[in-house]
């Protein structure tokens, strides 16, 4: 009696173990074809972007390389234009996030109703993000054109002259800012649409039998209510925005005077047109750092709901 | 009558704002559509928006500079083979990871987290060298292979499929069915909305694709349609017109897709922004 228990103890745990075993294979084989191109052409390039910020070559004599230790990190800090790039980035950021992300909010707040025509209006809100970045930058260098674009004849319009958008130093980033937030709001008003069609309409009811006032319930209700999806919308929209790199190559090559350079777009300009492999890598990585501290600096402000 | 009053305010500031979002785009479409000297001249007029004269010009006369319609099946087939064999590799990754029981599963999981922050900026240069070392600079290969596993499709794949009931997958097994092919007959059906989600998101995104291209392709033949149209708008003579029907030309089968799959997409946004 006891050992036929016994016997039936062990196949019962030998098939459990086979059966263990063999979850096991599967699941490495259902991951292996993503992990291994994962390991290929993102792991290891990461890796070898840290390893090459500490060395000097030529990108298309790999072979030349040789360990430079932290030149290319002190050099970087003395660089004035790496400075400028820097400056850029974050001026463009600063002032992108909170424009950008308070017309999505205040878009999404116009077309979060019981409109007719709300669909309508979504979608025209909508249609610069489904549009390809290259596409708006090549069609808004034809709006900003400041001898005759479509922008300057509005302007005549309310008695303002020509300007010169993105030919002047002084305008050429705001002309940038100013169309990147006309291209990306869209996105960002889907996000706040659905974190405001979440809110209970108990709240909105109840409060308005008290008597508040529709300020008083967007004040009180629904920004308070979106804390959560603001904060994410925040993040994705700086971690696109310190990226900056379609609309300046196309539109001012960072110019006039530098005055659009970015770091992304100075990463291809040292790695790829003046070839220093090593100093672009150094300027990757601390564009990676900056990512990241980005990313876990805004996960603080996450609320538990 | 304070609810009139409130649906008018609302129906003024959604028409004001609805044309400036709208109006850059009309332009492009009646400006493509329009005689050269017509666009400059209609300017400073509302004129401007409206095609008064239709002609098909610019578009033959782009068509003739440059090959259009090559660019356009390039950036179909190779966005498309990234974004179908994307779902094979992703959905069957995010799967085990979501219902398989695995040493080292949530090691996976959490690299895979992680990663998603990498800017692919950063990555640039060494992907450049590693592609370079394969011999693929200038082969579809450098285009599709480094994007078809994407760390944010298997989550997505993952968080879906983590509300598959275990029942369900449970009583497939018993009736013998292997695991792919549990996955494939069961879980697949089941999870339309999920893939045509990723495969929107992925196929919009690198329609874009612009700064990888103009470093692995080097001529004509495998140039995307971003490429061509940003080196035909660097190409003189300049006309107007015709840049605006290679512009518009482009995006018209991403709007065409994005109407088709709205609903997904829209999801794919929001349900980022939920879970997040």
Same mark, same amino acid.
């Given at each position: 009696?006891?050992?036929?228990?016994?016997?039936?103890?062990?196949?019962?745990?030998?098939?459990?173990?086979?059966?263990?075993?063999?979850?096991?294979?599967?699941?490495?084989?259902?991951?292996?074809?993503?992990?291994?191109? =994962?390991?290929?052409? =993102?792991?290891?390039?990461?890796?070898?972007?840290?390893?090459?910020?500490?060395?000097?070559?030529?990108?298309?004599?790999?072979?030349?390389?040789?360990?430079?230790?932290?030149?290319?990190?002190?050099?970087?800090?003395?660089?004035?234009?790496?400075?400028?790039?820097?400056?850029?980035?974050?001026?463009?950021?600063?002032?992108?996030?909170?424009?950008?992300?308070?017309?999505?909010?205040?878009?999404?707040?116009?077309?979060?109703?019981?409109?007719?025509?709300? %669909?309508?209006?979504?979608?025209?809100?909508?249609?610069?993000?489904?549009?390809?970045?290259?596409?708006?930058?090549?069609?808004?260098?034809? =709006?900003? %054109?400041?001898?005759?674009?479509?922008?300057?004849?509005?302007?005549?319009?309310?008695?303002?002259?020509?300007?010169?958008?993105?030919?002047?130093?002084?305008?050429?980033?705001?002309?940038?800012?100013?169309?990147?937030?006309?291209?990306?709001?869209?996105?960002?008003?889907?996000?706040?649409?659905?974190?405001?069609?979440?809110?209970?309409?108990?709240?909105?009811?109840?409060?308005?039998?008290?008597?508040?006032?529709?300020?008083?319930?967007?004040?009180?209700?629904?920004?308070?209510?979106?804390?959560?999806?603001?904060?994410?919308?925040?993040?994705?929209?700086?971690?696109?925005?310190?990226?900056?790199?379609?609309?300046?190559?196309?539109?001012?090559?960072?110019?006039?005077?530098?005055?659009?350079?970015?770091?992304?777009?100075?990463?291809?300009?040292?790695?790829?047109?003046?070839?220093?492999?090593?100093?672009?890598?150094?300027?990757?990585?601390?564009?990676?750092?900056i990512v990241v501290l980005i990313s876990f600096s805004m996960k603080k402000f996450l609320r538990d709901k | 009558m304070r609810n009139t009053r409130t649906k008018v305010l609302l129906y003024v500031l959604n028409i004001i704002m609805s044309l400036l979002f709208i109006i850059p785009l009309l332009w492009m479409v009646v400006s493509s559509l329009k005689p050269e000297n017509q666009i400059f001249s209609d300017l400073s007029s509302l004129k401007s928006l409206l095609p008064l004269h239709i002609t098909l010009d610019n578009y033959r006369m782009a068509f003739e500079r440059i090959p259009m319609m090559k660019f356009l099946f390039n950036s179909l087939f190779y966005v498309s083979v990234i974004c179908i064999s994307g779902l094979g590799v992703n959905s069957i990754c995010g799967y085990a990871l979501a219902k398989l029981r695995f040493r080292g599963s949530e090691f996976i999981l959490v690299c895979i987290i992680a990663l998603m922050i990498v800017p692919f900026e950063s990555i640039l240069m060494p992907l450049y060298l590693v592609i370079n070392t394969l011999h693929w600079v200038n082969t579809w290969f450098a285009l599709i292979v480094p994007f078809i596993a994407n760390c944010f499709s298997i989550f997505m794949f993952r968080q879906f499929f983590m509300d598959i009931p275990n029942e369900i997958l449970e009583s497939a097994s018993i009736d013998g069915s292997g695991p792919l092919k549990t996955f494939a007959s069961i879980v697949v059906p089941l999870s339309g909305p999920v893939f045509a989600t990723v495969f929107i998101l992925d196929f919009i995104s690198h329609w874009g694709d612009f700064m990888w291209p103009i470093l692995v392709t080097t001529g004509e033949s495998l140039r995307n349609i971003q490429l061509g149209i940003q080196t035909f708008f660097t190409l003189p003579p300049i006309y107007y017109g015709q840049i605006m029907a290679t512009l518009t030309f482009t995006t018209v089968p991403i709007i065409v897709l994005f109407l088709l799959l709205q609903k997904y997409y829209v999801q794919g946004i929001t349900s980022a922004g939920i879970k997040g």
């Amino acid at each position: 009696m006891q050992t036929a228990l016994h016997a039936h103890e062990r196949e019962h745990i030998s098939t459990f173990s086979r059966q263990k075993r063999r979850e096991t294979l599967v699941g490495y084989s259902f991951v292996t074809p993503a992990v291994l191109l =994962l390991i290929f052409f =993102l792991v290891l390039p990461f890796l070898l972007a840290v390893v090459f910020g500490f060395t000097k070559f030529n990108l298309l004599r790999p072979d030349k390389i040789h360990f430079t230790g932290l030149d290319n990190y002190k050099l970087l800090f003395t660089d004035g234009l790496f400075y400028k790039s820097l400056w850029n980035t974050l001026y463009f950021t600063v002032t992108v996030v909170p424009v950008q992300s308070g017309v999505a909010l205040m878009l999404a707040l116009l077309v979060n109703n019981s409109l007719k025509l709300r %669909n309508v209006f979504r979608i025209a809100y909508f249609s610069p993000v489904v549009t390809s970045m290259t596409v708006i930058a090549i069609l808004w260098i034809s =709006l900003y %054109n400041p001898n005759e674009g479509l922008i300057n004849s509005a302007l005549h319009f309310f008695g303002i002259s020509n300007q010169p958008f993105l030919r002047s130093s002084s305008q050429a980033m705001n002309s940038i800012i100013f169309m990147s937030v006309w291209q990306a709001a869209g996105y960002q008003m889907m996000i706040f649409l659905a974190g405001l069609q979440g809110i209970s309409k108990d709240l909105y009811e109840a409060s308005s039998i008290d008597g508040a006032s529709k300020l008083q319930q967007l004040r009180y209700i629904t920004i308070p209510s979106l804390y959560n999806v603001t904060v994410f919308v925040l993040t994705i929209t700086t971690i696109q925005a310190v990226k900056l790199f379609v609309q300046p190559y196309i539109m001012t090559n960072g110019g006039p005077e530098n005055s659009t350079r970015t770091l992304a777009l100075l990463i291809y300009q040292q790695g790829f047109q003046f070839r220093n492999a090593g100093y672009a890598s150094a300027i990757s990585v601390i564009f990676f750092l900056i990512v990241v501290l980005i990313s876990f600096s805004m996960k603080k402000f996450l609320r538990d709901k | 009558m304070r609810n009139t009053r409130t649906k008018v305010l609302l129906y003024v500031l959604n028409i004001i704002m609805s044309l400036l979002f709208i109006i850059p785009l009309l332009w492009m479409v009646v400006s493509s559509l329009k005689p050269e000297n017509q666009i400059f001249s209609d300017l400073s007029s509302l004129k401007s928006l409206l095609p008064l004269h239709i002609t098909l010009d610019n578009y033959r006369m782009a068509f003739e500079r440059i090959p259009m319609m090559k660019f356009l099946f390039n950036s179909l087939f190779y966005v498309s083979v990234i974004c179908i064999s994307g779902l094979g590799v992703n959905s069957i990754c995010g799967y085990a990871l979501a219902k398989l029981r695995f040493r080292g599963s949530e090691f996976i999981l959490v690299c895979i987290i992680a990663l998603m922050i990498v800017p692919f900026e950063s990555i640039l240069m060494p992907l450049y060298l590693v592609i370079n070392t394969l011999h693929w600079v200038n082969t579809w290969f450098a285009l599709i292979v480094p994007f078809i596993a994407n760390c944010f499709s298997i989550f997505m794949f993952r968080q879906f499929f983590m509300d598959i009931p275990n029942e369900i997958l449970e009583s497939a097994s018993i009736d013998g069915s292997g695991p792919l092919k549990t996955f494939a007959s069961i879980v697949v059906p089941l999870s339309g909305p999920v893939f045509a989600t990723v495969f929107i998101l992925d196929f919009i995104s690198h329609w874009g694709d612009f700064m990888w291209p103009i470093l692995v392709t080097t001529g004509e033949s495998l140039r995307n349609i971003q490429l061509g149209i940003q080196t035909f708008f660097t190409l003189p003579p300049i006309y107007y017109g015709q840049i605006m029907a290679t512009l518009t030309f482009t995006t018209v089968p991403i709007i065409v897709l994005f109407l088709l799959l709205q609903k997904y997409y829209v999801q794919g946004i929001t349900s980022a922004g939920i879970k997040g």
